[in-house]
């Protein structure tokens, strides 16, 4: 019998920077900042409460599809308190899915027909891209702007085609750290308010946005709330991301062709786990101390990191930390080539920046997880103290 002949959708893809970074992390004995998870556990009451409805009768079959009713209303409150806006409604505009990941992916596979683009504003999150490719879909690539790497929306404007789908936003941003402000909402409504361009926003750090400022959501702004799937992450909600549990706000109408594509992917997600949410999400000092509980985290790791030759770019929000990194380079040496020396040297594995470019563009930057115990980023910048 002859080979098996497979004709890859993603040729061109290979396994993901985080998972290689982790792997040479764990073959070099170093420690971790590369893949975004923290080294702590979720609250006590949230394990508490798993731990009591993985025991319960009954509660160990299919949730319903959207996810439970409960829990739905749970978060249409948390929404409704949290942003100041109108409770989104449980039964058609909230779908509980696995992960934002998976919301993500469902979104894309809804709404993105063969030859459709996508406005992708990069630095961003290596998912974008080859979830788009998957359907049939173009991402165009529209560059946020140094050093704040805040978007431009003249180019943004520019990048809008008669073939535009979708714009797809992520705040705070992974890598950067980037927040979008109210200006940046006005000016992108104005920008798709006589075109059929939909929203996809990604909003998986909205409870780790620092100095006093509030996040600011796409679901405050009403004209852009009717065009918009709003993707939300308790994993990282509640430092649990192995459970793997998120949810999608939406207009009804996009909700339904969310949950079309949701139906035949996962179904539904993990019972016991949203019931041990939905007793939890009413408990708003759980979010409403997060961001002080990673301000503290930002503040003493880039206290940590002083001397050690690493220029720090500023971090409005999220829970990573970019690094320019050229003052401790070897000669010609890219973020990828020194990431690699960094992990196997120092012992301390970060992330190359042009992971997340489309093309590798390389500005010198790698980025480090601050999401870690106290112990563990005084390890870490000792060590970091090492390179030379």
Request: proline share 8%; aromatic share 8%.
């Amino acid at each position: 019998m002859p080979p098996l002949t497979l004709r890859s959708k993603l040729p061109d893809v290979g396994t993901s920077i985080f998972s290689v970074m982790t792997q040479l992390a764990q073959e070099s004995g170093a420690i971790n900042l590369a893949q975004g998870f923290p080294d702590y556990d979720p609250p006590q009451v949230l394990l508490d409460a798993l731990a009591c409805h993985v025991s319960t009768s009954g509660q160990q079959q299919y949730a319903p599809m959207p996810g439970l009713l409960r829990l739905r209303e749970a978060i249409s409150a948390k929404t409704a308190h949290l942003y100041h806006v109108p409770a989104p409604d449980a039964a058609t505009e909230i779908t509980v899915t696995s992960g934002a990941t998976e919301a993500l992916y469902a979104v894309l596979a809804a709404v993105v027909h063969p030859g459709d683009e996508v406005l992708v504003l990069e630095p961003a999150y290596d998912l974008y891209g080859p979830a788009i490719r998957l359907q049939g879909g173009v991402p165009m690539y529209v560059p946020l702007r140094l050093p704040d790497f805040h978007p431009d929306w003249d180019q943004v404007a520019a990048a809008i085609t008669p073939r535009t789908r979708l714009i797809l936003l992520n705040t705070p941003n992974n890598p950067t750290g980037a927040v979008l402000t109210s200006t940046d909402f006005d000016a992108l409504a104005e920008l798709l308010r006589n075109t059929d361009v939909l929203v996809l926003s990604d909003e998986v750090y909205e409870h780790m946005v620092f100095d006093g400022e509030p996040h600011r959501s796409t679901l405050q702004h009403p004209e852009l709330r009717e065009r918009a799937f709003v993707l939300s992450s308790f994993g990282k909600t509640y430092h649990a991301t192995g459970w793997k549990v998120g949810y999608c706000i939406a207009p009804p109408a996009l909700t339904t062709e969310l949950r079309r594509v949701h139906q035949f992917v996962t179904f539904s997600v993990s019972t016991p786990t949203q019931h041990a949410l939905a007793d939890v999400v009413p408990t708003t000092a759980l979010y409403d101390s997060l961001p002080a509980f990673y301000q503290q985290k930002r503040d003493l790791f880039r206290e940590l990191l002083t001397g050690t030759g690493f220029e720090l770019l500023p971090v409005p929000g999220g829970y990573f930390q970019l690094a320019n990194f050229r003052a401790l380079a070897q000669a010609n040496e890219s973020d990828v080539a020194f990431a690699r020396r960094l992990t196997q040297q120092a012992g301390v594995a970060v992330v190359p920046v042009s992971a997340f470019y489309h093309n590798g563009h390389d500005d010198g930057l790698v980025r480090f997880c601050f999401a870690k115990r106290e112990a563990t980023l005084h390890a870490a910048a000792e060590r970091l103290r090492t390179l030379t």
